[in-house]
T-cell receptor, first 112, second 113 residues
Framework: DTAVSQTPKYLVTQMGNDKSIKCEQN?????MYWYKQDSKKFLKIMFS???????INETVPNRFSPKSPDKAHLNLHINSLELGDSAVYFC???????????FGSGTRLTVV | DQQVKQNSPSLSVQEGRISILNCDYTNSMFDYFLWYKKYPAEGPTFLISISSIKDKNEDGRFTVFLNKSAKHLSLHIVPSQPGDSAVYFC????????????FGKGTTLSVSS
């Protein structure tokens, strides 16, 4: 009964491939996020969805496309993967885009 | 352009002593501040928060202090325990505008027994 679950936990893939990371939350929150933690350990916001609507879209290459089929799910699709996409991606959720976030355990993506 | 800065990458403290982790921010619109704790291979977990209308918030061994004029906050852990060893992230948001949390780079705390 994990609150925010991400799959897969590890993902190793070749350059040029297309991959997806899935995220689900069972907290009843209405807002979900994707964060990227790069090699310098910064946690940077990528996207935010509120009730299936995109509300934050930071400067992220359009090879990254979030998809929210319902407010409990926010998946991240990445096309034409590049070496620089290697990072840990964290999904999170909150209520009404305010307050504390609950994070998933992260997906470590390695592009070779 | 870092809006939230944690200038100390690491801190070592003996068990039973006080740990003080510091955080500075530049955006005067930030009105909500949080501390997260992260263990390896896990996601960050919420620790404690403070609104800009307060200057102190306490929860057990953890106290957060906010100095708005200096745009500075700190997390005090007393007494420190070996299980507190983790990476601590400071985060801030403009809660009125509903912006996403902006995180600092983190400080690795090591508590030795």
């Amino acid at each position: 009964d994990t609150a925010v679950s991400q799959t897969p936990k590890y993902l190793v893939t070749q350059m040029g491939n297309d991959k997806s990371i899935k995220c689900e939350q069972n907290l009843g929150h209405d807002t979900m996020y994707w964060y990227k933690q790069d090699s310098k350990k910064f946690l940077k916001i990528m996207f935010s969805y509120n009730n299936k609507e995109l509300i934050i879209n930071e400067t992220v290459p359009n090879r990254f496309s979030p998809k929210s089929p319902d407010k409990a799910h926010l998946n991240l699709h990445i096309n034409s993967l590049e070496l620089g996409d290697s990072a840990v991606y964290f999904c999170a959720s909150s209520q009404r885009a305010r307050g504390g976030y609950t994070f998933g355990s992260g997906t470590r993506l390695t592009v070779v | 352009d870092q809006q939230v800065k944690q200038n100390s990458p690491s801190l070592s403290v003996q068990e039973g002593r006080i740990s003080i982790l510091n955080c500075d921010y530049t955006n005067s619109m930030f009105d909500y501040f949080l501390w997260y704790k992260k263990y390896p291979a896990e996601g960050p977990t919420f620790l404690i928060s403070i609104s800009s209308i307060k200057d102190k918030n306490e929860d057990g061994r953890f106290t957060v202090f906010l100095n708005k004029s200096a745009k500075h906050l700190s997390l005090h852990i007393v007494p420190s325990q070996p299980g507190d060893s983790a990476v601590y992230f400071c985060a801030a948001s403009d809660n009125q505008a509903g912006t996403a949390l902006i995180f600092g780079k983190g400080t690795t705390l090591s508590v030795s027994s």
